[in-house]
């Protein structure tokens, strides 16, 4: 959006906790590993139109570095990711004032959990209001993961923090939806799923752009029927992204070929993994390089999620040349042509990804025709376009 905005010469000001500064002197005096984190955090803008708060976000980090866990409680603790979202949002409203006339601003851009007294100060100033909703919103959300907990009791720990957040959070996400004059999905689930209070708002849906296709070809490994066939599962390990459900189709797989490999962060101790199926090779975080390459040697991707925005790792693993055997609320429905990218399953539904990991695997020479189909794919969403089209979709609201 940064890109789409400087060309369209429409962005006045980005404001952010943390922006790195590649020519920074302090960089030289950084161990490499600490260097390479900080550059994450590098923004190709121009410096003078940069407005950071960073404090309260450097502190969320030397409290994780040291542990002083209570800090980080959700919603609780002063470095928790709730106090320093509303503490920048804050920073930003009480910024507007001074910037609308000398940045000759017209309109503010503002994800969830960070609008609401931007959004404030916005109407306040007459400026318009951009709301993107990367997520499904939250009442949907909050629905489909209660239903998990009652369902499978033993994950519920891993469903993560939409189950515990508060009424009040909850009442600001109304509230900034509420005020928003035109909301940016990237997926058909995640404007399916706003509120009939939303039905008269201007809504642009925009697809999330992939990366460069692989070019160096796909190894004829996957034809050898007596290799493993190698499906990856990408994500934090939790049922949200319905880890359960697959763990439990390779249970129903024992008599196939077929190898799991689950690269993610653990959101309880590997050995509740390894109760449910104990067969798996977990594969910790690496750089977005490094993921490509795993990709490269799986065989299909899977992700069954119950509740997602549009997840950008399956468009990642059809670039390398993955099938997909996903749900459509990953938000990635479009990313299927069924039987060619890939396949369609339902939300809960391990016999069903049973049953189309075996077909691939029992279909090695199918496998690798799709495997240039999903790249294929995969190419014709770029971040190009998903930037233009949203840039349209604010000129509209002038």
Same mark, same amino acid.
């Given at each position: 959006?940064?890109?789409?905005?400087?060309?369209?010469?429409?962005?006045?000001?980005?404001?952010?906790?943390?922006?790195?500064?590649?020519?920074?002197?302090?960089?030289?005096?950084?161990?490499?590993?600490?260097?390479?984190?900080?550059?994450?955090?590098?923004?190709?803008?121009?410096?003078?139109?940069?407005?950071?708060?960073? =404090?309260?976000?450097?502190?969320?980090?030397?409290?994780?570095?040291?542990?002083?866990?209570?800090?980080?409680?959700?919603?609780?603790?002063?470095?928790?990711?709730?106090?320093?979202?509303?503490?920048?949002?804050?920073?930003?409203?009480?910024?507007?004032?001074?910037?609308?006339?000398?940045?000759?601003?017209?309109?503010?851009?503002?994800?969830?959990?960070?609008?609401?007294?931007?959004?404030?100060?916005?109407?306040?100033?007459?400026?318009?209001?951009?709301?993107?909703?990367?997520?499904?919103? =939250?009442?949907?959300?909050?629905?489909?993961?209660?239903?998990?907990?009652?369902?499978?009791?033993? =994950?519920?720990?891993?469903?993560?923090?939409?189950?515990?957040?508060?009424?009040?959070?909850?009442?600001?996400?109304?509230?900034?939806?509420?005020?928003?004059?035109?909301?940016?999905?990237?997926?058909?689930?995640?404007?399916? &799923?706003?509120?009939?209070?939303?039905?008269?708002?201007?809504?642009?849906?925009? /697809?999330?752009? &992939?990366? /460069?296709?692989?070019?160096?070809?796909? &190894?004829?490994?996957?034809?050898?029927?007596?290799?493993?066939?190698?499906?990856?599962?990408?994500?934090?390990?939790?049922?949200?992204?319905?880890?359960?459900?697959?763990?439990?189709?390779?249970?129903?797989?024992?008599?196939?070929?077929?190898?799991?490999?689950?690269?993610?962060?653990?959101?309880?101790?590997?050995?509740?993994?390894?109760?449910?199926?104990?067969?798996?090779?977990?594969?910790?975080?690496?750089?977005?390089?490094?993921?490509?390459?795993?990709?490269?040697?799986?065989?299909?991707?899977?992700?069954?999620?119950?509740?997602?925005?549009?997840?950008?790792?399956?468009?990642?693993?059809?670039?390398?040349?993955?099938?997909?055997?996903?749900?459509?609320?990953?938000?990635?429905?479009?990313?299927?042509?069924?039987?060619?990218?890939?396949?369609?399953?339902?939300?809960?539904?391990?016999?069903?990804?049973?049953?189309?990991?075996? =077909?691939?695997?029992?279909?090695?020479?199918?496998?690798?025709?799709?495997?240039?189909?999903?790249?294929?794919?995969?190419?014709?969403?770029?971040?190009?376009?998903?930037?233009?089209?949203?840039?349209?979709?604010?000129?509209?609201?002038?």
């Amino acid at each position: 959006m940064l890109d789409a905005l400087q060309t369209a010469d429409l962005l006045g000001r980005f404001a952010t906790t943390v922006a790195a500064d590649e020519h920074s002197p302090l960089l030289r005096l950084m161990p490499d590993k600490m260097r390479r984190e900080w550059l994450r955090r590098r923004f190709d803008v121009p410096r003078d139109k940069v407005l950071q708060h960073p =404090w309260r976000e450097l502190a969320r980090v030397a409290c994780g570095a040291v542990g002083w866990r209570s800090a980080l409680r959700h919603e609780q603790g002063f470095a928790s990711t709730d106090a320093i979202i509303q503490d920048f949002d804050r920073f930003v409203a009480h910024a507007l004032p001074r910037r609308v006339s000398r940045d000759s601003l017209s309109a503010v851009y503002a994800y969830e959990d960070g609008a609401l007294d931007t959004f404030r100060a916005a109407r306040t100033l007459g400026l318009k209001r951009v709301y993107d909703l990367p997520i499904a919103y =939250w009442e949907l959300g909050r629905r489909l993961q209660q239903e998990e907990a009652e369902r499978l009791p033993a =994950w519920a720990p891993t469903l993560g923090g939409g189950l515990l957040d508060s009424p009040a959070k909850l009442e600001r996400k109304t509230q900034e939806l509420d005020l928003a004059d035109l909301v940016v999905v990237a997926s058909h689930f995640v404007r399916d &799923s706003l509120p009939a209070s939303a039905a008269q708002k201007a809504v642009v849906m925009s /697809p999330f752009g &992939s990366p /460069p296709v692989w070019t160096g070809g796909w &190894s004829d490994a996957a034809l050898d029927a007596g290799r493993p066939m190698r499906v990856l599962f990408a994500g934090s390990m939790g049922q949200r992204k319905g880890l359960g459900d697959l763990l439990q189709a390779m249970r129903l797989l024992g008599g196939e070929n077929i190898e799991l490999v689950v690269m993610g962060s653990p959101m309880a101790d590997l050995d509740f993994y390894r109760r449910e199926y104990a067969g798996f090779t977990h594969e910790k975080g690496r750089p977005h390089a490094e993921v490509l390459a795993l990709m490269r040697s799986c065989d299909v991707f899977c992700l069954p999620s119950i509740v997602e925005g549009r997840a950008l790792v399956m468009q990642e693993a059809m670039s390398q040349g993955l099938p997909v055997v996903i749900t459509p609320n990953t938000g990635g429905a479009d990313l299927v042509v069924e039987g060619e990218t890939g396949f369609l399953v339902p939300i809960r539904s391990p016999e069903q990804i049973a049953a189309r990991l075996a =077909w691939l695997n029992q279909h090695r020479p199918e496998l690798v025709a799709m495997k240039d189909k999903a790249a294929q794919h995969a190419a014709g969403y770029s971040w190009k376009r998903y930037g233009e089209v949203v840039v349209d979709a604010i000129r509209a609201l002038a």
